[in-house]
C-alpha cells in the first residue's frame, strides 16, 4: 500500500538533447509550440541559473563582487 509520495511504479528517465531553439537567453519566460502545444520556457540569465538550492549564478557573482570592493 502506497501512501502520500511513496510509490511502487517505475520510473523512467528520458534525456533528450538540447538544440539552440531550446535555449534562449534573456529575461523573463516566451511561449513556444512543442508538439502542437503552446508551453511556457523560461529564458536564461543568470539570475535563474542555479548555482545551489538556495542562490542563483547572478546572487554568487553579486557576493563575490561585494566582498572584492570591500563591502
Known amino acids: 500500500m502506497a501512501t502520500?509520495?511513496?510509490?511502487?511504479?517505475d520510473l523512467v528517465f528520458t534525456r533528450q538533447?538540447?538544440?539552440a531553439e531550446d535555449l534562449i537567453f534573456g529575461f523573463g519566460s516566451t511561449a513556444q509550440i512543442r508538439e502542437g502545444e503552446s508551453v511556457n520556457i523560461t529564458l536564461i540569465n543568470a539570475g535563474t541559473i542555479p548555482?545551489?538550492?538556495t542562490r542563483s549564478v547572478k546572487a554568487v557573482l553579486d557576493e563575490l563582487l561585494l566582498a572584492q570592493a570591500g563591502a
Not at 502520500?4 to 511504479?9: M, Q, V
Open 4 to 9: 502520500g509520495t511513496e510509490t511502487t511504479d
Open 17 to 19: 538533447v538540447a538544440g
Open 51 to 53: 548555482y545551489d538550492s
